[in-house]
């Protein structure tokens, strides 16, 4: 792998330097507020899991940040292998903790999502605009299935998710964007990207905090 290779993917990037990206860069704040936030709210005994996606959360802005300073491959696997991990640990969670299995069937469950992701992936890389955010679809779709399928089960659960799915589907929409309307917005609108995913990364804490917390109180 060519670690050290120049990637140029955003609107806002127009060369090589260090702060060819200010507001992509900075806006990786974000997660490491949102981080902050949620872990003084998950400091219960059972939310051990919820502190660890906090972490990760603030090294998702720490990875996005470097890659949108310094723009080259081995800052691009910085930036995804967080996202990679939140997104890994989540399931695990919501299997032990929404559906209640015993934490080998959560991981077995868990690495369904690769199959899943292998499946689906083709069908959205065939819709227009989404360009390399279609690589990013399988999250909201794995998200929106959990949702429909603990409406019945956890309803409260189940409408957090839904919520979670809105966001980033909004998200979504303004990183497919960026290069879209970047003759007109010179900044582009990837920043977006980044104070939303925030917020629904942060709020899909919350959802599996007050879950586990309800069940602890009960």
């Known amino acids: 792998m060519e670690w050290t290779r120049y990637i140029d993917g955003y609107c806002e990037r127009l060369g090589p330097e260090y702060w060819a990206e200010p507001i992509n860069a900075v806006t990786n704040a974000a997660f490491v507020v949102a981080a902050v936030i949620m872990w003084q709210r998950v400091q219960g005994p059972r939310l051990g899991l919820a502190r660890a996606l906090c972490v990760i959360l603030g090294l998702i802005g720490v990875g996005s940040y470097l890659f949108h300073t310094h723009a080259l491959v081995w800052s691009a696997v910085a930036d995804t292998t967080p996202i990679a991990a939140y997104v890994l640990l ?4 919501a299997n ?6 015993p934490w080998y069937w959560a991981i077995a469950a868990t690495l369904l999502f690769f199959p899943f992701a292998y499946i689906t992936l083709p069908v959205f890389q065939n819709l227009p605009l989404l360009g390399t955010s279609a690589g990013y679809l399988p999250v909201p779709a794995m998200i929106a299935l959990y949702a429909l399928l603990l409406r019945n089960r956890l309803p409260e659960v189940a409408k957090g998710l839904a919520i979670g799915v809105a966001i980033l589907m909004v998200s979504l929409t303004f990183r497919s964007l960026d290069e879209v309307v970047c003759s007109a917005l010179p900044l582009g ?4 990207w980044h104070i939303l995913n925030a917020v629904m990364l942060g709020w899909m804490i919350e959802v599996y905090a007050r879950h586990v917390e309800g069940v602890s109180n009960s």
């Open 90 to 93: 989540y399931i695990f969670a």
């Open 96 to 101: 032990r903790d929404f559906w209640g299995m």
């Open 189 to 192: 609108t990837h920043f977006m």
